[in-house]
């Protein structure tokens, strides 16, 4: 009985320190994967371009009702339709992002979610993704991509 709750605790705190998901393969130049991200995304898009449909919400009808104010003196006010606001969807989205993912894990990429790195903490850069530890993580120099680094 304590071990599920044990083990959902733990999750939990991990995904709280998880900031960013990323794609990594070990030995792999930044380059190589950004230029893999966009093949990959160019494919999706292409084997499941965007479809937007628009849908709306639900309407709801709210009947009329009595309003008394202190002196006893009632007005009824009327009913009336809420909601039928329009929005749109992607019918496709799920499709390119399930391509998307596909496309990565046969070129060799997993997609892990890693903390940040503390702020002056010591670490190795390199723009070659290194071997995952227990130390890695994050390191955002700039605007840009964040590298995949271990601890010096």
Do not use: K, W
Not at 69 to 81: E, K, L, Q, V, W
């Amino acid at each position: 009985m304590h071990r599920p709750l044990l083990v959902c605790l733990a999750l939990g705190l991990l995904s709280a320190c998880v900031s960013e998901t990323v794609y990594h393969a070990e030995g792999v130049t930044l380059a190589t994967r950004d230029a893999d991200i966009a093949g990959c995304e160019r494919h999706a898009l292409s084997s499941y371009p965007v479809q937007t449909q628009i849908r709306y919400t639900p309407r709801v009808y709210v009947p009329p009702r009595q309003v008394c104010n202190s002196a006893g003196s009632c007005t009824i006010r009327p009913g009336y339709f809420e909601g039928g606001d329009p929005y749109t969807v992607d019918l496709n989205e799920t499709f390119r992002r399930t391509a998307f993912v596909g496309c990565m894990g046969a070129r060799g990429y997993t997609e892990v979610g890693l903390p940040r790195c503390e702020e002056g903490e010591a670490v190795v850069l390199s723009t070659t993704m290194p071997p995952l530890t227990v130390g890695t993580c994050l390191y955002r120099p700039a605007p840009g991509p964040a590298l995949i680094v271990n601890p010096a």
